[in-house]
């Protein structure tokens, strides 16, 4: 069988040619990082756990017309997703403080926030995702001003959704970061698209009851038990593997 070439590996994906032109296999790895590869660890199973969980809420966005580059589930650990122009800006929503917010600005972990924030960081490794503002990101092109606006306005509503989402299930949807892509849609007009993925890598998800973390933040701060919040996660959303 011929093998099928490698496009970019990054830390927690890698991505494939697509069967067909225009597409991309995006196959979830185990491996964890943190603090931007300073802590480097493997999750047994975290992928496959991703791959559900990303491909259960990218569905649930299409439902509700939110564009995503999301198309199947291929197998436990890849899926089938539409090639995109992947912007350099990464969206991080905050309902309540946690992270670098509550470090930054001295704020006690859970502090409610008056009303979401979006906030927009560059996309770097080398220059370890400096936070930026829409000046930078217009000034530098990393994204036109309507990419912008339609950037905020999709993961608003994204926000929105998946607080309710997540609530019916028991969860609080802290904080999360989105990727953005930009494609020709079937009626060849530029569009922004969600892309990347949505797990508990890149949401903080706290238990409603008990603000248990149930999210990469277990990794990042040795709390242990990471693949079993992932499994909660991914039970409570009704898409666990069985074993
Ligand atoms: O660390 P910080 O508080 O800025 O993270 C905010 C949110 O963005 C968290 O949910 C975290 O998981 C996510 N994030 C991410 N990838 C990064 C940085 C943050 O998914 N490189």
């Known amino acids: 069988m011929a093998r099928r070439r490698k496009l970019y590996e990054g830390k927690a994906k890698i991505m494939y040619e697509g069967p067909e032109p225009g597409t991309i296999i995006q196959y979830f790895k185990d491996d964890a990082t943190a603090f931007n590869n300073q802590k480097q660890g493997v999750i ?5 756990l991703n791959n559900r969980i990303s491909e259960y809420l990218m569905t649930k966005l299409t439902e509700i017309g939110v564009p995503n580059h999301f198309i199947r589930r291929v197998n436990m650990r890849e899926q089938l997703v539409h090639e995109v122009e992947i912007l350099p800006v990464k969206l991080v929503v905050r309902n309540v403080a946690a992270g670098s917010l509550a470090k930054r600005f001295g704020l006690e ?6 009303r979401s924030i979006i906030e927009y960081y560059y996309k770097s490794d080398e220059l370890n995702d400096p936070m930026i503002s829409e000046e930078h990101i217009t000034c530098f092109g990393w994204a036109a001003t309507q990419d912008l606006d339609d950037m905020v306005t999709l993961s608003l509503r994204v926000n929105d959704f998946l607080v309710g989402l997540f609530l019916g299930v028991g969860l609080r949807l802290i904080d999360f970061k989105l990727e953005f892509g930009r494609w020709y849609n079937e009626h060849d007009e530029v569009q922004i698209v ?3 993925e949505i797990s508990p890598d890149n949401c903080r998800l706290w238990d409603v009851a008990t603000n248990e973390k149930m999210d990469k933040d277990r990794f990042r701060r040795d709390l242990g038990g990471v693949k079993e919040a992932y499994q909660e ?3 409570r959303l009704g898409v666990l593997p069985e074993a």
């Open 109 to 114: 972990e859970g502090t409610q926030l008056p």
């Open 194 to 196: 969600l892309a990347d």
């Open 233 to 235: 996660v991914a039970r």
């Open 44 to 48: 047994t199973g975290k992928g496959v």
